[in-house]
């Protein structure tokens, strides 16, 4: 079984609809959280980042972390085609720059 | 300012061959990390460096690989002898101080092992 489970994908909504992306995890360590977004043949760049349970608001985008159930969301509101990437959640037992534990991405697709 | 830069951007080698994989940090980023990511995969640990010292190799998958950092700032990846499950996208990561900083990726080295 991985740390992290993600399902792939891929998800196709039309623009302006709300996303919804979640991440399950098995290890109760895992204290900071993170979302990336991955366009193609580039690499990852951070999103979203939150320490222990709770939700993180930044313009479009809401991290929720559910510490007790192991379950992570992500959600974009107003969904534009730009958002059309990959979206990868991260976890750490310590701190963002520390190793990093990823999940396997989900293909999300924004039909104008 | 320019960002984690990596080279080359493809290579295709042939199984057994050796590969050196190059990455170069943002000017005055300490902390340095190589992952890498197979097709449909998240990216996977394999080292990071504190300065010139490997600060956690627990990601390399064997004793093939190998990477280095002399001067503290460029670092290369080593692959010996090649295998075909070598074949995936090499990313590079560089953080100013590696405790809390966010990471910042690089456009990553496509290997192919024929």
């Known amino acids: 079984q991985k740390e992290v489970e993600q399902d792939p994908g891929p998800l196709s909504v039309p623009e302006g609809a709300i996303v919804s992306l979640n991440c399950t995890y098995s290890n109760s360590a895992f204290q900071y959280f993170m979302w990336y977004r991955q366009y193609s043949r580039k690499g990852p760049e951070l999103l979203m980042y939150?320490?222990?349970?709770g939700n993180k608001e930044d313009g479009r985008f809401t991290a929720q972390v559910d510490k007790s159930s192991k379950y992570i969301s992500l959600f974009i509101r107003d969904s534009q085609p730009s958002d059309s990437a990959t979206y990868l959640c991260a976890m750490s037992r310590h701190s963002s720059a520390s190793k990093i534990i990823f999940g396997s991405g989900t293909r999300l697709s924004i039909r104008p | 300012g320019a960002g984690v830069s990596q080279t080359p951007s493809n290579k295709v080698t042939e199984k057994g061959k050796y590969v050196e994989l190059r990455c170069d940090p943002i000017s005055g980023h300490t902390a340095l990390y190589w992952y890498r990511q197979s097709l449909g995969q998240g990216p996977e640990f394999l080292i990071y460096?504190?300065?010139?010292?490997?600060?956690?190799d627990s990601g390399l998958p064997n004793d093939r690989f190998f990477a280095v950092r002399p001067e503290g700032s460029v670092s290369t990846l080593k692959i010996q002898r090649t295998e075909r499950g070598d074949s995936a996208v090499y990313l590079c990561?560089?953080?100013?101080?590696?405790?809390?900083?966010?990471?910042?990726f690089g456009p990553g080295t496509r290997l192919t092992v024929l």
């Open positions: 460096f504190q300065g010139t010292g490997a600060a956690d």
């Open positions: 939150t320490y222990s349970s």
């Open positions: 990561a560089s953080s100013l101080a590696g405790t809390g900083d966010e990471q910042f």
